[in-house]
T-cell receptor, first 115, second 115 residues
């Protein structure tokens, strides 16, 4: 069963639009960790953010912000004023003790930002 | 200075051959991982080692054998390569055995193509 669901397979926006990437997770652990990674066309995986299950504070880093809501098991990612360089595949991932803390990835959301 | 380095970056070989992919990290981490990314971009954990000991061994054909000569290296050997093994293989490392709260740092990936 898929533990991390990224329902949006592909999103296309025009530059300067805001875009939200959805992530819903499933776990029985009380302590777990959530991550977002970016995979640009060049193929490398770039760490963006980590959140633990006890910290529901939202976070903002420049044009990026994350909304963690335990009540809905969601960890959504918003890019404000998107840029062409934001075009990439974005992965949400769950790390839990039950799976030895390996990253359990969602299927990714491919974001295309056009000029 | 590359933190997690994999060699080779590209590997093209015939079905039935045996090949190895090497991974080294200079971050001083004690946990290393191998992930497989298929043609649909889905990332899945294969193995994890902590201080040279196997801690995660997912359902992977036994043609795949990881080897960790020391905690800075985790190599992946694949016997009798099959067409379905074509994928991008990512090595990663993190600090701590229960490393759920630490981000995993990924290598640039090895693109394996089976002819």
């Amino acid at each position: 069963a898929q533990k991390v669901t990224q329902a949006q397979t592909e999103i296309s926006v025009v530059e300067k639009e805001d875009v939200t990437l959805d992530c819903v997770y499933e776990t029985r652990d009380t302590t777990y960790y959530l991550f977002w990674y970016k995979q640009p066309p060049s193929g490398e995986l770039v760490f963006l953010i980590r959140r633990n299950s006890f910290d529901e504070q939202n976070e903002i880093s420049g044009r990026y912000s994350w909304n963690f809501q335990k009540s809905t098991s969601s960890f959504n990612f918003t890019i404000t004023a998107s840029q062409v360089v934001d075009s990439a595949v974005y992965f949400c991932a769950l790390s839990e003790e039950l799976s030895g803390y390996a990253l359990n990835f969602g299927k990714g959301t491919s974001l295309l930002v056009t000029p | 200075d590359t933190a997690v380095s994999q060699t080779p970056k590209y590997l093209v070989t015939q079905m039935g051959n045996d090949k190895s992919i090497k991974c080294e990290q200079n971050l001083g981490h004690d946990t290393m991982y191998w992930y497989k990314q298929d043609s649909k971009k889905f990332l899945k954990i294969m193995f994890s080692y902590n201080n040279k000991e196997l801690i995660i061994n997912e359902t992977v054909p036994n043609r795949f054998s990881p080897k960790s000569p020391d905690k800075a290296h985790l190599n992946l050997h694949i016997n009798s390569l099959e067409l379905g093994d074509s994928a991008v293989y990512f090595c990663a490392s993190s600090q701590g055995a229960g490393a759920g709260n630490q981000p995993q740092h990924f290598g640039d990936g090895t693109r394996l193509s089976i002819l």
